[in-house]
């Protein structure tokens, strides 16, 4: 249909026709064909020169910024140098101090068990039972009474000490102490069997011997004269009538003037009071001596002392005199008593305290083992036996 609307109608010239069919189907001339290739070719061109010139710009922009930051690189490591050492050399005082507070917490850790372990212990006294106490209790009171007993002889604290013991196990009532209360019972009667000392007692007598020394006459001071006549009292005098009476005026006169004495004893001299004196300070210093060997507990010394007072006050000082006697009866009474009286050994009670509360201990340690484990396990092997047997009769 479109080529005959091409055809040209007859008689028209074939001009005009072209110029009434429209644009669209006119053809176009070749030179408009060739040129848009060129111009998108000369586009592409200029574009590919356009980012080349980019590309070459940008290169020498980071070209110049690399060796900007290799500057500024190199910059910055002169300066962090100083900063590096420093951040090492505290890295090294960081590290050294790390290093003490690890040693100390080492050490505290090991303070810590020490304590631990202590704290243990004391848990373990503290949690001791009512049984326990009782028992250091009556270890202290043996204890006591040895040293009271050995040491300062003190025969009545040792024997309270005993006493306080055996209460303290009778209040236990615990039947495996029973052997302690009684070798405790034979200490006491051993340590109430020793004869009672009173030290101050005998001190006081030797103090108040010590006053008496002064008052004692010395033996020939005392001289009495008998009296003409015993009956009156009042001398007579006699005349002679005459020549006759004069012997017996004077035998009388003359036995006025002279008496003799019968002595069943020599009569020994008279000392002068220089003697008198030393004689009463060697008795001071006998007694003196009697009462320090009393005091450091030293019989030989005592009974030495007492016998030269004794000694002396027989052969120097006058035993008519009734303070003579009774000084001379005091010191002897003194001089037989011992001041040093056998002590008894009394350990034998600690010792089997010990003992026997050694015993508990371990006897507490020791696990206890069922006596009626065996006999089961037997009872059980048996009916396993006759069912083993039971088993291989029919195999069999």
């Keep these: 249909m479109n080529e005959s609307k091409q055809l040209p109608t007859p ?14 189907d006119r053809p176009r001339p070749p030179a408009s064909r060739n040129g848009v290739p060129l111009v998108l070719a000369l586009v592409a061109l200029g574009i590919a020169i356009g980012l080349a010139a980019t590309a070459y710009f940008t290169w020498h922009q980071v070209q110049q910024l690399a060796s900007k ?10 300066k962090f140098e100083p900063l590096r050492s420093a951040v090492k050399e505290i890295d090294r005082t960081v590290q050294a101090e790390r290093d003490q507070t690890d040693r100390a917490l080492e050490r505290l850790g090991q303070d810590l068990q020490s304590m631990g372990h202590r704290v243990s212990v004391l848990a373990a006294l503290l949690g001791r ?13 043996l204890r006591i009474a040895n040293q009271r007993l050995q040491l300062q002889r003190d025969v009545v604290t040792a024997g309270e000490a005993l006493k306080a013991a055996d209460e303290r196990l009778r209040d236990l009532a615990d039947p495996h102490f029973l052997s302690v209360r009684e070798q405790i019972a034979r200490d006491l009667e051993s340590v109430q069997a ?11 007598t030797l103090g108040s011997s010590l006053e008496a020394i002064d008052q004692l006459p010395v033996a020939g001071t005392r001289y009495e004269p008998v009296a003409s006549d015993a009956t009156t ?12 009476e004069l012997p017996q005026v004077l035998s009388s006169s003359l036995s006025t003037l002279f008496q003799m004495r019968e002595h069943d004893k020599p009569v020994g001299p008279m000392l002068p009071p220089e003697r008198e004196y ?10 003196s001596a009697a009462r320090l060997a009393l005091l450091r507990d030293d019989p030989v010394q005592f009974e030495m002392a007492l016998g030269s007072a004794l000694d002396w006050l027989k052969s120097y000082f ?12 005091r010191l002897e009474e003194l001089a037989a008593v011992n001041i040093r009286p056998e002590i008894p050994d009394i350990s034998g009670s600690l010792r089997v305290l010990r003992q ?3 015993l508990s201990e371990q006897q507490a340690v020791l696990p206890v083992v069922p006596e009626q484990s065996q006999p089961p396990e037997q009872d059980d092997n048996e009916p396993r036996d006759s069912s083993e047997q039971k088993q291989k009769e029919p195999a069999s």
């Design 11 to 24: 008689g028209e010239p074939p001009a005009k026709i072209e110029n009434d069919r429209p644009d669209v």
């Design 69 to 78: 930051q290799s500057g500024i690189e190199a910059s910055l490591d002169s």
């Design 129 to 141: 039972s009512e049984q326990g106490w009782s028992l250091a209790e009556v270890e202290y009171l």
């Design 194 to 204: 020793v004869p009672e000392l009173d030290v101050a007692g005998i001190a006081v």
């Design 233 to 244: 009292g009042q001398e007579t005098t006699k005349t002679a009538q005459n020549w006759r």
């Design 278 to 287: 030393f004689l009463r300070e060697n008795m001071r210093m006998q007694l």
């Design 318 to 329: 006058d035993q008519d005199d009734e303070r003579v006697k009774e000084l001379f009866a």
């Design 356 to 358: 026997q509360v050694k």
